[in-house]
């Protein structure tokens, strides 16, 4: 059974009262939610239901929205992939932040093409990741200055997203070529030994880096056995040739 979706052990007391009481839905506890997601940035800690609870009052209240608190809240949200955080703060957006910077559905005000621009590039990494393209997720997110902007308050990112990326790739496989991790990893030469070897705990061998087993990248046989009767059938073919009521 896995762990309960608004739970998160750095959680402040302040913040569990919030969110547990009518305070959650008062635009007052913007600024402290606020001072929170940036809380999270600095420490490596994380809090999706607070920070989805912070999207909702910038729902209910757009003139409070900070464009730098949701491109963070989004920024956090890719550290914890393949979880489904980033599509669940999507969903909490303005329409007219999600679609194309050309579409003329919508004639964004001054200011809010930036934030359109950010979230359209940040959801680019975020497909990325879900297609499992590593390699060109660390191409895409090297290629323009404005994603080095989107990521900077986010103490440890490419770390962060290291580690989940090697979890994901243990989930799935036994071994894998050395060149081809590293494109995955962003790393080389001793760095990506001291990942490889202290962080993960891999095995290398020669040009080939074996993961140990687990429970999910084991090949295991399933045996399914059916166990029905022949009176069950019986009962079966009994009602195909009943005449309805």
């Not at 896995?2 to 008062?26: K, M, S, T, V």
């Amino acid at each position: 059974m896995g762990a309960p979706f608004d739970l998160a052990p750095e959680r402040p007391e302040h913040i569990d009262q919030i969110l547990n009481g009518l305070d959650r839905y008062n635009p007052e506890t913007t600024t402290v939610f606020q001072d929170y997601v940036m809380q999270q940035c600095e420490s490596q800690t994380y809090d999706c239901y607070a920070n989805l609870a912070l999207l909702k009052l910038y729902q209910f209240n757009p003139h409070l929205n900070r464009d730098e608190t949701i491109t963070n809240i989004l920024v956090k949200a890719l550290t914890v992939f393949p979880d489904p955080d980033f599509s669940l703060c999507l969903s909490l957006l303005p329409t007219y932040v999600l679609a194309p910077l050309s579409s003329s559905a919508h004639a964004p005000a001054a200011g809010d093409a930036p934030l359109s621009e950010a979230v359209q590039k940040l959801n680019t990494l975020n497909n990325l990741l879900a297609s499992a393209d590593y390699a060109a997720f660390w191409a895409t997110l090297d290629s323009d200055d404005l994603y080095a902007d989107l990521v900077a308050d986010v103490s440890g990112f490419e770390e962060l997203m290291r580690v989940r990326i090697a979890a994901t790739v243990s989930q799935s496989i036994r071994e894998v070529e050395k060149g081809l991790l590293e494109s995955w990893l962003n790393l080389q030469g001793n760095g990506f030994d001291h990942f490889v070897g202290s962080v993960c705990g891999w095995n290398v061998d020669g040009a080939k880096i074996k993961i140990p087993i687990n429970k999910d990248n084991e090949a295991k046989g399933t045996v399914v056995r059916e166990n029905v009767k022949f009176d069950q059938f019986a009962r079966i073919v009994k009602r195909a040739y009943e005449q309805p009521a």
